[in-house]
């Protein structure tokens, strides 16, 4: 699949496409971290907007490569954040990432990221207090505060 990182000025963020991957757990919403490859940091499952695909659908490819998940998208953004890729030692690129929320039916034991991730199912409050980017974390505590429906 073609990704691209399309945008029409230098320094002007570029597009992502994120799954929050969620699940009901004794009557209370969970979401799926994975750690980054670079830093091992938690993250949602994100990445460039594909050719053919919309950003849901891109979103759904994402979430398989690097989680292991299929379900049902939601193809209304539930937020966006914003953070720096690390493209390498001298060089990050401003990013822009419109989250989709993903009801998850299933974890496969194989997916094409396995051997390069982790992934952990957290409280909407404790993966708040996972992740790095500010945004993200405002996004799952309304969440917690059921300010964002996820279905």
């Known amino acids: 699949m073609k990704r691209s990182q399309f945008n029409q000025n230098e320094g002007d963020p570029r597009s992502q496409v994120a799954a929050l991957c969620w699940r009901m757990h004794r009557d209370r919403v969970e979401v799926l971290l994975i750690t980054s490859r670079d830093t091992g940091r938690w993250v949602l499952p994100k990445g460039w907007p594909m050719e053919g695909h919309d950003a849901p659908g891109a979103a759904v490819i994402e979430a398989w490569e690097e989680?292991?998940?299929?379900?049902?998208?939601?193809?209304?953004?539930?937020?966006?954040?914003?953070?720096d890729k690390v493209m390498g030692p001298h060089e990050a690129l401003p990013c822009m990432v419109s989250v989709f929320g993903l009801r998850v039916a299933k974890l496969s034991r194989q997916f094409p990221e396995r051997k390069e991730r982790r992934r952990k199912w957290f409280g909407v409050e404790i993966a708040a207090r996972k992740v790095a980017e500010p945004e993200l974390r405002a996004m799952l505590r309304s969440i917690a505060k059921g300010a964002i429906v996820l279905a």
């Open 67 to 83: 989680a292991g998940v299929t379900g049902a998208i939601n193809p209304t953004v539930i937020g966006l954040f914003g953070y």
